[in-house]
C-alpha cells in the first residue's frame, strides 16, 4: 500500500492517532513516506514538489558544485528546488531547514555541517511526513533519515593513504610494494570531528597506513597519530595551515628537518598545509623539495596545482554522479516509494542503520587528470590550465 505525503499530512491535521499509526505502519521506517502519485490517492505533479536542498557552504568548490547538480537534475525532473547554503555556521543550517519545513517542503535533501545537531529539525520534519535523503554526510543520533547517498568513505580514506604512499615510492602506480626503504617523516591531517565522513576517511588511510608505521618506515615526529589531535574543525584551510606551521616550529626545527609526506583529507587543508610548508622553505614544488600531499574533491585549484606539480594527488568523487543519486531517491519518494539501496550495513547513525548508495571514487594523480577529469567533462581543459571554473 502506498499513501502519498499529502493524504498522510491531512490525516496529520485532523490528529487522527490511530490513522496515522496505521499510516505510519505503511511508510515503513522514520520519516520515510511517499511524497507522490500511489495507491490511488492524490497525487501532485512533479512541478508541484517541492524539494528544500540544505548544502554546509559555499566557501569550498565541492558543495557549489554539489548545489548546483542537484538543483539542475530536480529541475530537470521538473520539481521546484528551494537550494540553501548555511556558510559552515550550525544555527543557521537548523533554521533553513526549519524554514523548509514550515513552507512546505515536500522531500528534503540534506548535507549537514554538525552531523549531530540536526534531531530536532528532523523530528519537525518526520512529523510532517517528510522524508529526508542525508547528502554526501550521515546524520546521526536520530531515527529519521531515510537514505543516505553518498561515496564508499571507507575507501575514500585508503585511497588518500595509497596516494601518498605511491608519492613517497613505496608503492608503485599499479599499488604494489617497491623495495625503497624509510624511514619517512610524514604528518597526519583529519577533517571535522563532528563529520561522520572524517572518521571513516581517518580509518581507511590510518589501516593502509598502519604496517609502514609500525615497522618504522613512516614516522609521525610529533607523535600525533589520534583523530582528535590530527583533526581540522570545519575542514578549514586556515586552521589546517596553522596547525601545519605550529607543527614544522615544534617537530621540524622550524623547516630544517626532512618532511616527506602529509596526509590531507580534503584539497583545501592540502592547499593550506602546501602554504605552510613553502613559507617554512620547503620549496614551492616537489621538484624543489616540497613534501607530498595528498587531497580530495578535485577542486579546481588543486588540479592545477597537481598539473603544476605541487600537490601530488586528490580523490576524485563525481558530485555530478552524487546528485543523480539524490535525484533517483527523491523520484522514488515521490513516487510513493523506496529508493533502492546497494549497501544496508556500513551507516550506522547511532539509532539506525540508513540504507545508503555508495558510488566509487578515483586518485588523480598529474597523468590522469586527464582521463579522468577532462575527458569526463568534469573540467575543461583550460578551467585546469587557469585552475578556476568558469
Ligand atoms: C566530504 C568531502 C569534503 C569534506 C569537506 C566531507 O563530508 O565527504 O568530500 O572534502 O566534507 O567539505
Known amino acids: 500500500m502506498a499513501w502519498n ?59 557549489i558544485a554539489d548545489g548546483k547538480a542537484v538543483k539542475s537534475q530536480l529541475e530537470e525532473a521538473g520539481y521546484s528546488v528551494d537550494l540553501q547554503y548555511a556558510n559552515d555556521d550550525i544555527p543557521t543550517q537548523q533554521q533553513q531547514i526549519d524554514q523548509m519545513i514550515t513552507k512546505g517542503d515536500d522531500i528534503l535533501v540534506v548535507a549537514s555541517i554538525d552531523g549531530t545537531a540536526l534531531s530536532t529539525q528532523l ?24 537514505f543516505y547517498v553518498t561515496f564508499d568513505n571507507y575507501n575514500v580514506g585508503v585511497q588518500q593513504a595509497t596516494s601518498l604512499l605511491t608519492g613517497l615510492g613505496l608503492l608503485d602506480k599499479d599499488g604494489k610494494k617497491t623495495d625503497k626503504k624509510g624511514p619517512m617523516n610524514i604528518e597526519l591531517f583529519a577533517g571535522s570531528i563532528d563529520d561522520n565522513n ?88 616537489m ?28 580523490i576524485f568523487k563525481d558530485t555530478r554522479k552524487l546528485a543523480t543519486q539524490a535525484v533517483e531517491a527523491v523520484k522514488a519518494y515521490a513516487g510513493g516509494g523506496e529508493p533502492e539501496a546497494n549497501d544496508t550495513k556500513s551507516y550506522d547513525n547511532g539509532k539506525k542503520v540508513v540504507p545508503s548508495f555508495l558510488l566509487n571514487s578515483d586518485i588523480v594523480y598529474k597523468d590522469n587528470i586527464k582521463s579522468l577529469l577532462i575527458d569526463s567533462k568534469y573540467y575543461t581543459a583550460e578551467e585546469v590550465k587557469a585552475g578556476r571554473s568558469k
Open 5 to 63: 505525503s499529502w493524504t498522510r499530512k491531512a490525516a496529520a491535521t485532523i490528529g487522527s492517532l490511530a490513522l496515522i499509526g496505521s499510516l505510519a505502519a505503511c511508510g515503513g521506517s522514520g520519516a520515510g513516506g511517499g511524497a507522490g502519485a500511489g495507491g490511488g490517492e492524490e497525487s501532485k505533479a512533479p512541478e508541484d514538489i517541492k524539494v528544500g536542498v540544505a548544502m554546509p557552504t559555499e566557501t569550498s568548490e565541492r558543495w
Open 198 to 285: 572524517a572518521h571513516f576517511f581517518w580509518k581507511g588511510a590510518m589501516d593502509t597506513l598502519k604496517p609502514y608505521l609500525d615497522d618504522k618506515t613512516l614516522v609521525v615526529k610529533s607523535g600525533q597519530t589520534d583523530i582528535q589531535q590530527a583533526a581540522t574543525l570545519r575542514w578549514s584551510q586556515e586552521e589546517a595551515q596553522s596547525r601545519m606551521e605550529d607543527l614544522i616550529t615544534a617537530h621540524y626545527a622550524g623547516g630544517k628537518t626532512k618532511i616527506d609526506g602529509v596526509l590531507s583529507p580534503f584539497d583545501g587543508i592540502s592547499r593550506g598545509v602546501i602554504t605552510a610548508l613553502s613559507n617554512a622553505g620547503y620549496g614551492k614544488t
Open 123 to 146: 523530528q519537525a520534519a518526520a512529523d510532517a511526513n517528510i522524508p529526508i535523503v542525508a547528502y554526501d554526510r550521515l546524520i546521526n543520533g536520530t531515527e529519521n533519515v531515510d
Open 287 to 314: 621538484k624543489a623539495g616540497l613534501p607530498v600531499v595528498s587531497g580530495q574533491d578535485a577542486e579546481i585549484a588543486s588540479v592545477k596545482l597537481i598539473e603544476d606539480g605541487v600537490q601530488y594527488a586528490t
